[in-house]
């Protein structure tokens, strides 16, 4: 069970460069409610937070594209996602946003206190640079072939196929995003994050995390074990947070070192809202409070590496992540999905047509929690017939039904029989199976163990 009375849950930022789709919801979003859910029904004390990711090269290709500002992009689609979330009743205490003043001033802080610290340095650097388009290229602005897997169109930060995370030298057949020549290397400067002075405090912090999927740890441990290296975490492009450091202030700090700060950042936000600034720091600063990060496994070095190094260099004082229940990958009929090729389910479209705790049902019983899940509009239909309303819902209709019809309100209790004591006993056993499912966030096996005590009950 949830030993302690303060959970924080932290869900994955979506990029405000798009609508979100089915993935992104059965990845982090619906499982994290779930979570969320239960630790307040057992008395937990909750703060879940999570809001757009509105810098870096993502928010700019969007906007040059359809020939608007950055702004104007991530207005439109924050406005969205908050709307959304609200429709899929996605319980968040705090849905913010990274251009928010108050994220600024937090990320240049603890970005100028790692500099000063030392864990955050200049070193000259080569980065690809395109003479056509005169400028120095962003990774989202680089493509060409995985090393990896040989995916043609990967990115130059990640590879969509494989989910390997790259440096755009990495690549094979490079050209440029936005004008599709071959860029050239040239010399230039950046911050780096000194990463690899971490690998033994990482280590070490891994040790007691056996209650982790084992995807996930097994991921973390390989990527410190190969040996971590230094990360530039400066970027030349003009929208995002500006280098806090004299020399630099034409540099903008990079996106996923500005997004992951957002879980510290919006809790200090809603501590304010709440007219009670300090508040945050119990969850923060609390050594019984607990915190879980839900998101998909593409982010996991992200929340397991880059993240925990943040806050050991920063203060040492606050939480760090207690475990990270990430999921594999939602695809659409044997595809995966993918926001930047546009092959999804896009969650505005499926809200106007499906009701939604459909939708909710059926990503719930078909979550990828240890394993790659398929949405299939047949099985959808299926499960949502057979199971939602053939099940769960003739269950609560023949009880009220039954009620209403004999007695017009709940009855008084009568004497049990055999059959009484034993559904009162299936019950007593699955509300514990239930409970103890959900704690480690093994959400399709308690919904399963809730479907068939509802199927007990029908016989009953």
Not at 117 to 136: N, S, V
Not at 268 to 293: F, G, L, M
Request: with cysteine.
């Amino acid at each position: 069970m949830v030993s302690s009375d303060k959970i924080f849950i932290g869900v994955a930022w979506p990029y405000a460069n798009g609508s979100l789709h089915l993935g992104h919801l059965a990845g982090c979003y619906l499982p994290a409610d779930i979570f969320a859910r239960f630790c307040r029904m057992t008395g937990k004390d909750v703060l879940m937070v999570s809001g757009s990711d509105e810098h870096g090269t993502p928010i700019t290709i969007t906007a040059s594209n359809e020939g608007v500002s950055p702004k104007q992009i991530v207005d439109r689609y924050h406005r969205e996602h908050t709307e959304n979330m609200k429709t899929l009743g996605i319980s968040f205490d705090l849905f913010t946003r990274t251009t928010a003043e108050n994220h600024r001033r937090i990320v240049q802080e603890i970005f100028k206190t790692l500099y000063d610290k030392g864990y955050i340095y200049p070193r000259e650097d080569e980065a690809f640079y395109c003479e056509h388009c005169r400028r120095f290229l962003p990774d989202r602005y680089i493509e060409g072939t995985c090393p990896y897997c040989g995916n043609k169109n990967a990115r130059g930060d990640q590879c969509d196929e494989c989910g390997k995370l790259l440096d755009p030298k990495d690549l094979m057949d490079v050209r440029c995003k936005l004008c599709g020549n071959t860029p050239v290397l040239k010399k230039t400067k950046h911050m780096f994050f000194a990463l690899s002075k971490f690998e033994e405090k990482l280590l070490l912090w891994m040790r007691d995390k056996n209650h982790w999927r084992a995807n996930v740890k097994k991921f973390t441990e390989n990527w410190i074990k190969n040996g971590l290296k230094d990360r530039a975490i400066t970027r030349d492009i003009e929208w995002g947070i500006p280098v806090p450091v004299e020399g630099f202030e034409d540099k903008r700090i990079y996106v996923w070192f500005d997004a992951v700060i957002g879980y510290l950042s919006a809790s200090i936000q809603w501590a304010n809202e709440q007219k009670e600034p300090d508040k945050w720091q119990e969850w923060w600063k609390n050594k019984d409070a607990k915190h879980y990060y839900f998101l998909a496994k593409d982010n996991i070095p992200f929340h397991t590496i880059i993240w925990p190094s943040i806050l050991m260099g920063y203060d040492e004082n606050l939480a760090l992540p207690y475990d990270v229940p990430a999921n594999e990958y939602l695809r659409l009929e044997g595809e995966q999905f993918s926001k930047s090729r546009g092959l999804a389910i896009w969650i505005p479209d499926i809200i106007k047509k499906f009701d939604v705790d459909a939708i909710r049902y059926y990503l719930s019983i078909n979550m990828p929690e240890n394993r790659d899940s398929n949405w299939m509009w047949n099985d959808f239909v299926a499960k949502n017939n057979d199971e939602l309303l053939g099940i769960y819902g003739n269950l609560v209709h023949r009880v009220l039904t039954f009620t209403w019809k004999n007695f017009g309100k709940v009855p008084e209790q009568g004497e049990l029989d055999e059959d009484d004591r034993a559904i009162i006993k299936e019950i007593e056993k699955t509300s514990q199976e239930v409970a103890e499912y959900l704690s480690k966030c093994s959400f399709k096996k308690a919904l399963r163990s809730i479907m068939s005590l509802a199927q007990k009950g029908n016989v009953y």
